[in-house]
């Protein structure tokens, strides 16, 4: 699955052929069909393992209460922005390449792209009612709205570094937010 | 031409092959082979179109120094939102798509999107400059940094539009941006 992941994040959901992603990951072609009705059912598979780390991350920052509400806003995007200079700027972000592109092709895809972005949507909420509690942010922050706008606008910041290829995007993202909608 | 955009818009550059275009427009496939020596460089053809009608829309709100700065953003964010409204929700924005997909395989048309980029944020400087001068923002804004992050985030929220298949992301960027970075 691990290769697999690779390859789709890497040539994107009509760029990876089932060819690709057998011999990325050395099996037969004969097992993938065996274990997927087909590549979109693979796809969306890898969309849930790698969901499954976001989610990982997510408890370690946003939803992380032992630290204080806009710590973990910014632990969660420096954890953005960490991973993608590790996998290189060019894959971005796989929820924002299938939004961008599996949506069209797979309604069950996209059914799933839409819960994942509600599940972050109420995280990155659920910490800015604790900064509003911290008197971090200000008492009249519409919090879900917020937090619809921000995670919309970080995967905006993601697809901007993966054409630049590069960090400035993300950072600028980062600064803007911390310096005038969270300050 | 259109017909060949309409159809990479609507699957993808991975999605539409050289005899979708080509059906769609009608005409024989030695004909496109006579034209285009590729279907990234046909690709690289219809970002230009494209963005040719961006720019006329660009120069009707956020470069018309007829109106007052705000009301040009707003002419801006709408005309998106008129267009996609128009077009589909389900296609999304072709410059965002490609920057997702296209990106990957071809470095020819990376370097375009950079160029657009670009272009579209100086548009956006040079309008949050004359919000300035007008008092419509503070004194201190950071004109070409938050022209940045607001194309950036606008492709976010497309994409998510895109997602979700409806305006709300689009309308919920436009109520966050005037209601808070822009007040």
Redesign the interface.
């Known amino acids: 699955m691990t290769e697999g992941l690779r390859v789709v994040h890497?040539?994107?959901?009509?760029?990876a052929s089932v060819r690709d992603i057998v011999e990325a990951a050395g099996v037969p072609q004969g097992s993938f069909t065996n274990h997927f009705a087909s590549k979109e059912a693979f796809c969306l598979e890898i969309l849930d393992l790698y969901f499954k780390d976001v989610r990982a991350m997510i408890q370690r920052t946003l939803r992380n209460d032992s630290l204080p509400a806009l710590k973990r806003l910014h632990a969660f995007v420096d954890a953005q922005i960490k991973y993608l200079n590790r996998i290189g700027w060019?894959?971005?972000c796989l929820i924002?390449?299938f939004?961008?592109?599996a949506?069209?092709?797979s309604e069950m895809i996209?059914k799933r792209?839409?819960e994942i972005?509600e599940e972050m949507r109420q995280s990155v909420a659920y910490c800015l009612r604790a900064a509003v509690k911290l008197g971090e942010v200000p008492q009249k922050t519409e919090c879900d709205?917020?937090a619809?706008?921000l995670?919309?606008?970080?995967?905006?910041?993601i697809?901007?570094s993966?054409?630049?290829?590069n960090s400035v995007?993300l950072e600028?993202?980062k600064?803007?937010i911390f310096s005038?909608?969270l300050a």
Chains 1, 2 share one sequence.
């Open positions: 890497e040539r994107g959901y009509g760029g060019r894959n971005g924002g390449n939004s961008a592109e949506s069209e092709h996209r792209l839409v972005y709205e917020l619809g706008f995670i919309a606008s970080l995967q905006g910041a697809l901007q993966k054409t630049e290829r995007p600028r993202f600064h803007l005038t909608l």
